[in-house]
């Protein structure tokens, strides 16, 4: 029941911020979903109707209920002598709960996906962005240039044509602005005018 009291608090709190609960809390949890269930003498969890809702909230208090519902049919079946309908029943409970805890954990589950899809496509884009800035700084060095200004001019050209050859999605508003941002700390040897 402590778990579900979780849950609980978490669907009815600000935020889903429900980490910690207290006896007002409990009482709650005991007025709003158990005693309810326990004072109908007539319990049938089978019989009670699926959540309509599709909010969040809404749904993780259905779910609750549901393994409240079952629990509390497990136990009275144990008490009946009636073992196996219990563990039946038992299952369902621990079914719900289930349940519950997707719906309680869906935010954080969404953010760790969303996360891992961005960083991995991050990490692409970087590998090739390094690709390209490894290949402008290789014809700066080649060339002759007085200025990383002037090497962009000159080369910026052929690292669009390598861009679109690696398969980079390099289209910068300013292209020779953005190429002299990858020569930044490059130091070129311009050719002496005496061929020294």
Known sequence: MEHLLFLFRRATSEGWSGER?????????????????????????????PPRSHLRNDLLLEYVKFSCAWAITADRASEAGEEHKGWLCLCRAQYWLGRANQIADLPAKIKQVAAKRSTAG?????????????????????????????????????????????????????????VER???????????????
């Open 21 to 49: 609960y207290d006896n007002r809390d409990r009482e709650l949890f005991m007025v709003k979903i158990v005693n309810p269930l326990l004072n109908d003498d007539h319990l049938d969890p089978r019989a009670m109707q």
């Open 122 to 178: 991050g990490k692409a884009k970087a590998a090739k962005r390094k690709v390209l800035e490894d290949y402008a700084r290789s014809l700066a060095l080649k060339g002759s240039y007085t200025s990383q200004s002037h090497a962009a001019m000159r080369i910026v050209a052929r690292v669009t044509e390598h861009a679109k050859e690696i398969g980079d999605p390099w289209n910068p508003k300013d292209p020779i602005r953005s």
């Open 182 to 196: 990858m020569l930044e700390g490059l130091v070129l040897r311009p050719a002496s005018k005496n061929g020294r």
